[in-house]
C-alpha cells in the first residue's frame, strides 16, 4: 500500500505549525489514525510496525533542532527498550529551510549521513499537551522563522474530543505568523491538507490554491447566471412569437374604402308602358 521506501511522518506528508506544535498532515487518507494516535517502531523482519494507541497528538514524535537542521523520529511503544536517542535509523533530517515546503521528505538526508546532524542538533525539551496526553511541540516556530528569513504562520488546530479516536480538524485561516509583522496575510507556507475532508477537515494545498478553486467557482457562477440570462431572453422571444401568431389578421380599412362612405344609390325603377 505504501511502498517499500516507507517510514513513519516521511513520503505522503507534511509539517504544519499550529497552535499545538508541529502536526503532521498526511496526503493518505487512512493517515489521520498512525501519525496522530499510537506509535511505531521498526523491525528487522515486517519493516515499520504500528502499534495502536487512543491519546491524540499533532505527532507523535521526537525532535531535535539546531546547527542548521530539524530532525524528527517517531516515538516507539512505551516501555521498549529502544533508546531513539542513541539510534539514527528512526530519525529523518533536513536543513532547517526544508521543514516548511510540501514535499519535505524529499529533501531529507540519506540515513547513513544522519550522524553528521545528529551531532549538530540537540532534543528539543518543550512539552505540550491535551487531554492528559504529552508531546514535544517541535522546534519553536519565531526561532525557525529568523533563521529562514520568512514568517511561518501558525494554523489552528481542532484536536477530537476526549477519549474519541477520530480525524481532528485544522482551520484553513490562521491567525498569526511567527517573524510576521502584525496584521500580515496568514497562509501557511507548506499548505494545510488532510486526510479527511469526508470527515470535515479543511484541506487545500495552502491560500494559491485556495485562490484558484475561488476564481473557478466565480467562473463557473458567472457562467450559470449567463445561461440563466440565455434562457430568459429565448423565453421572451417565444412568447414573442408566440403573441405574433395570435394576433388576428385584418386588412387596413383602407382596403375597403373610406368608413363613412355614402351607401350606392337604389336602383332605378323601371316604367310601365
Request: aromatic share 12%; hydrophobic share 35%.
Amino acid at each position: 500500500m505504501v511502498g517499500a521506501g516507507f517510514r513513519p511522518y516521511g513520503p505522503g506528508g507534511h509539517w504544519v505549525h499550529t497552535d499545538y506544535g508541529w502536526s503532521y498532515e498526511s496526503d493518505w487518507q487512512w493517515g489521520w489514525a498512525p501519525f496522530h494516535y499510537g506509535r511505531w517502531y521498526l523491525d528487522q523482519g515486517y519493516g515499520w510496525v504500528w502499534i495502536p494507541g487512543n491519546a491524540w497528538a499533532p505527532a507523535w514524535v521526537s525532535w531535535r533542532y539546531g546547527g542548521g537542521y530539524v530532525g524528527w523520529a517517531p516515538l516507539p511503544p512505551a516501555g521498549s527498550a529502544i533508546v531513539i536517542e542513541t539510534y539514527h535509523p528512526y530519525w529523518c533530517f533536513v536543513e532547517t529551510r526544508y521543514l516548511v515546503v510540501r514535499d519535505v521528505y524529499h529533501y531529507a538526508m540519506p540515513v547513513e549521513n544522519n550522524h553528521l546532524a545528529f551531532s549538530a542538533t540537540v532534543t528539543v525539551q518543550q512539552t505540550m499537551g491535551h487531554g492528559g496526553a504529552h508531546w514535544s511541540p517541535g522546534p519553536p516556530a519565531a526561532q525557525l522563522s529568523r533563521e529562514i528569513g520568512q514568517p511561518i504562520h501558525t494554523a489552528i488546530i481542532t484536536p477530537p474530543p476526549g477519549g474519541a479516536v477520530q480525524a481532528h480538524r485544522i482551520a484553513l485561516s490562521p491567525a498569526h505568523a511567527a517573524g510576521a509583522p502584525s496584521g500580515t496575510a496568514a497562509h501557511p507556507n507548506a499548505g494545510t491538507p488532510t486526510h479527511e475532508r469526508a470527515q470535515g477537515i479543511d484541506h487545500g494545498e495552502g491560500e494559491h490554491e485556495r485562490g484558484r478553486e475561488g476564481v473557478a467557482a466565480e467562473h463557473e457562477r458567472e457562467r450559470e447566471r449567463e445561461g440563466v440570462a440565455a434562457e430568459h431572453e429565448r423565453e421572451r422571444e417565444r412568447e414573442g412569437v408566440a403573441a405574433e401568431h395570435e394576433r388576428p389578421r385584418y386588412a387596413s380599412p383602407e382596403a375597403h374604402g373610406p368608413a363613412n362612405a355614402p351607401p350606392p344609390p337604389p336602383a332605378a325603377k323601371r316604367k310601365r308602358r
